[in-house]
């Protein structure tokens, strides 16, 4: 039987310095195999300074997107400038028997990305490790009908979509920070909202 890969998912770091020296000591006494940051790493893009860092020292590999307070651009030079770091926007990431894909971006803030094309971004990603029997999917925006709306920030149809399309067994968010924590099932999907609470797992 493999061995299960333990995970550090967190959102929304918006510049907090303080707070990924502490997630990085915790991935480290938390021996995780693997982090994930599922965009606003920035605060309008002010400082990419010390975001990634902490968890290369600690030797973790790290995947992650962007939100809607940063670029594409700026998610790509995070990922060349840090080793075992890969941007997953549009991508895939194979780690044991797990496949892990996603899309980045939100439908308002600095940097918008249109619902259809979050969907195509996330399909493009999935097609490399459809055949995985296990899944995580990663986005920044939470799905339509998630119980993050109670925000009044209605969620992704697309995001939806692709749930009901792809059945990760794991669909990782984050955007709305009331949200933080909240955890859910969409089918056989578990919807974990991350939002600047981390969250370890395995799977």
């Known amino acids: 039987m493999k ?3 333990k995970i550090l998912a967190i959102g929304d770091l918006h510049g ?3 707070l990924v ?3 990085a000591k915790k991935a480290k006494d ?3 195999d693997l982090v994930i940051l599922t965009g606003d790493l920035t605060f309008a893009e002010q400082s990419t300074k010390n975001l990634i860092g902490p968890f290369i020292k600690e030797k973790k590999q790290v995947l992650l997107i962007p939100g809607n307070h940063e670029s594409v651009a700026t998610i790509d030079f995070l990922a060349e400038m840090y080793p075992n770091t890969k941007n997953i926007h549009g991508y895939s990431f194979k780690k044991g028997g797990i496949g892990i894909f996603g ?3 939100a439908n308002m803030g600095i940097n918008t990305v249109r619902d259809s094309e979050i969907f195509d971004l996330l399909k493009k990603g999935h097609e490399k490790i459809k055949d995985l029997k296990k899944k995580i999917m990663v ?3 939470h799905p339509k009908g998630s119980k993050a709306e ?3 920030f209605e969620g992704s149809r697309a995001i939806k979509k692709a749930i009901k399309e792809f059945h990760p067994d794991i669909a990782i968010c984050s955007h709305i920070h009331e949200a933080s924590g909240i955890e859910e099932q969409m089918g056989k999907t578990k919807v974990i909202n991350v939002s600047r609470k981390e969250k370890i797992f395995e799977i």
Do not use: I
């Open 3 to 5: 061995k299960k890969s």
């Open 103 to 105: 899309a980045g971006g």
């Open 150 to 152: 109670f925000s009044g």
């Open 16 to 18: 907090d310095t303080g």
């Open 30 to 32: 938390e021996n995780v």
């Open 139 to 141: 986005t920044h925006m």
């Open 21 to 23: 020296k502490k997630l």
